[in-house]
């Protein structure tokens, strides 16, 4: 079952490196009801439930699937809290909506569990700067 699961993981990521995502994102799905299921999840499938969720998400990210992507980067936190990349990725999401206070708070959580994590800085300096300009037009 382990290894069943492992070679899931592994296909559903070399899926999303080739660039097919329908397949990717069936086999990330497949692996994610795996580990929820009933019965014991794989060894080591917290880290990579929530790789697998951040990943799934990524894919609704590219087709402008918003809701369904937070939902996912959403459910990778809740997983594994100690994973910064889907507060970024639910950063950025929440930027492009023009949530900005939303996108600084899980920028600055980037920044707190990966200080060296230059996207995130870079990130939250240009949400504030976008915030700021917002508020002087007054929208």
């Known amino acids: 079952m382990e290894r069943e699961a492992a070679e899931l993981l592994s296909a559903a990521q070399a899926q999303l490196a080739a660039r097919r995502l329908s397949a ?38 590219l087709r402008v699937e918003f809701a369904a992507a937070m ?15 889907p507060y970024y990725n639910r950063g950025l999401v929440l930027y492009r909506l023009g949530c900005f206070d939303e996108a600084m708070k899980d920028f600055r959580k980037v920044l707190e569990l990966n200080p060296q994590f230059e996207d995130a800085a870079l990130s939250l300096k240009q949400a504030i700067l976008d915030k700021e300009e917002k508020e002087k037009r007054g929208y």
């Open 71 to 85: 939902e996912d980067y959403t459910a990778a936190i809740e997983c594994q809290p100690g994973f910064e990349v």
């Open 24 to 61: 990717a994102e069936e086999l990330y799905s497949t692996y994610i009801a795996r580990c929820a299921g009933p019965g014991p999840a794989p060894a080591g499938a917290g880290r990579d439930l929530a790789t697998a969720l951040n990943n799934r998400g990524q894919i609704k990210y």
